[in-house]
């Protein structure tokens, strides 16, 4: 019988983060390339007080170049190995990913080679314009993606949480090669990156080329404007000739501290399942008086300088709607939580958290989220088996309110 080896996780001498997985009853084998910077992150500071501001659209643009390397296309590299590639951007993070079943440490070496490597140049920028302006154009027809930027654009004044990650059209125009440089040196050190690794692999070999990755340091500093906690407008609508309205109902919430960022998601995840739930009473009337044919969607953000709860759906009365959630929200503050609703939902939470552990690729990419909280799976388990309900009542109790409740549809 094969031995799996235990997990691990720690930082090499150069300061980059590991997570490694090693399941050897998986053919299957992931790894990850998690950069701790996002679209959120345009306002820098240097280390003479200088500061900087990068377009919006600028760490989106560095992983649509990053693949191009002066030898060629390390996507199609990674291709020609057997291996399935991609990367995405969001707010807060970068992450470059493969999934292969064979020549895993080559495909390693590959990844972890093209993200140490940039190789900006004028005339490959240019020609790159042209791409993400179509990408944007599509995301400027997908009523998903625009009723969720109104709804942002509805709670933040300041914060770069309501930009386009990929920018705007006139925004993607003022970048240069230049500036991804300056932008990759500053959004690409050691101490900002994290590897997770998942799947029949060995620990060994790949903490011995984890420490080959070069060490990389900047004196610049993060910053962001300061953000009132009060909303800019409470209704935002849109006509894009829909069937059915869309629409997405949010919370702005004061931002938290990164320490708590872990046990005030995991009760978020509580809060969001009792309040409209398939089994809540909210979900229950809403069917019954014709608001809702299915429950709401529901998410909650949080990162630097921001956090928000957000519930997504579609139906004809989008207004009633958000006011019986905010009716129900008051009922839930006055009554308080049930214990054995709690209790249930907690064993709903826990085996879907379990059944994320039963692939090498849904662990990492669960790992790409937990990390950017300083957690590992186990520490994530834990924090879900041992919630305790007050937490959920006190954010319940404090974070909710219509006061700051938006309002976005779009028709």
Partial sequence: MVRNEKEQQGKTENGLQYYIFPRKEFGEKTA????????????????DGETMTFPQGTAHFIEHKLFQQEWGDAFLKL?????????????DKTVYYFTCREKFMENLKILLGFVQTPFFTEEDTEQEKSIIT????????????????????????????????????????????????????????????????????????????????QKRETDA??????????I????????????????????????????????????????????????????????????????????????????????????????????????????LQKKGLDWMDFRRIRKKMLGRFLRRLDSPVSLCMGQIEWAMMGATAEEVMDTIKTLPVAEAEKLL??????????????R
């Fill in 134 to 213: 179509s990408e944007i154009t599509m995301y400027g027809d997908d009523p998903n993606w625009v009723v969720y930027m109104q709804m942002l654009n509805g709670m933040y004044e300041n914060h770069p949480i309501k930009n386009s990650i990929a920018g705007t059209a006139e925004t993607v125009q003022e970048i240069t090669a230049e500036i991804l440089q300056k932008a990759y040196l500053a959004y690409y050190t050691t101490e900002n990156m994290a590897l997770i690794c998942a799947g029949d692999v060995s620990v060994r070999q790949i903490r011995e080329l984890a420490e080959t990755v």
């Fill in 232 to 331: 800019l407008e409470k209704y935002q609508e849109k006509e894009m000739g829909l069937s059915r309205p869309n629409f997405q109902i949010g919370f702005k919430f004061p931002s938290i501290p990164k320490e708590d960022w872990l046990k005030t998601r995991i009760a978020m995840g509580f809060l969001l399942e009792l309040l409209v739930g398939e089994s809540s009473r909210f979900f229950q009337k809403a069917y019954e008086r014709g608001f809702l044919d299915e429950p709401l969607g529901t998410a909650f953000f949080c990162g630097e300088g921001y956090a928000f709860a957000a519930f997504s759906g579609t139906g004809e009365q989008p207004e009633e709607t958000a006011e019986w959630l905010a009716k129900e929200l008051k009922r």
């Fill in 32 to 47: 990850a390339i998690v950069v701790k910077r996002g679209a959120n992150h345009i306002f820098w500071k240097g280390k």
């Fill in 79 to 91: 291709a020609e190995n057997g291996a399935s590639a991609n990367a995405f951007t969001d707010g």
């Fill in 221 to 230: 500093r993060i910053y962001f404007p300061m953000e009132k906690n009060e």
């Fill in 397 to 410: 109790q404090n974070a909710f309110s219509d006061t700051t409740m938006v309002l976005s549809v779009v």
